[in-house]
């Protein structure tokens, strides 16, 4: 990467409104799936409304923001921002919990799909999104205190 297109990075990087708190400025964003049990086609469109809505409902405990969603027959998409204090295992944890009881009471033809207690996978995947590529904030971090030491 060149010393043009790294400036151009920082660039676009300081125009990006970040959060903030009392102690702490940031930018927390994250890419969030979760898959149905036995990977078992059961989502459509009224299953994911009231998934979606129980996340929002939940969401407000966690300090978390829901950003977008999606859904296929058998997982679904989420991202969302979170905060420096967020706790993002009970979160999941909570929520999949919540929605996987409240889904198989409201909807129950999908226990003939799936048996057992569980409507979600035991399993997730969590991705940070967002903010500047590893090698970005790398090099920036290399290039620390370069221009001053030069001048000494």
């Known amino acids: 990467m060149t010393n043009n ?21 940031y930018l927390l964003y994250y890419h969030l799936v979760l898959v149905v049990k036995y990977r078992k086609k059961v989502i459509d469109d009224r299953i994911s409304n009231r998934l979606k ?25 989420i991202l969302f921002k979170a905060t420096p204090t967020s706790s993002l295992a009970k979160f999941i944890n909570a929520y999949k919990s919540a929605s996987s009881r409240l889904i198989k009471k ?11 207690k569980y409507f979600w996978s035991r399993s997730y995947c969590l991705l940070t999104s967002g903010g500047a590529p590893v090698d970005v904030i790398r090099k920036y971090i290399e290039n620390q205190g370069k221009k001053n030491a030069k001048s000494v």
């Open 53 to 77: 809505e129980i996340f929002e409902y939940i969401q407000p405990n966690y300090n978390i923001t829901l950003i977008e969603w999606s859904h296929d027959e058998d997982h679904v998409h």
């Open 5 to 25: 297109q790294f400036r151009i990075i920082l660039f676009l990087i300081n125009k990006v409104k970040l959060d903030t708190n009392k102690h702490s400025v």
């Open 106 to 116: 409201e909807f129950p033809k999908i226990k003939e799909k799936l048996w057992d």
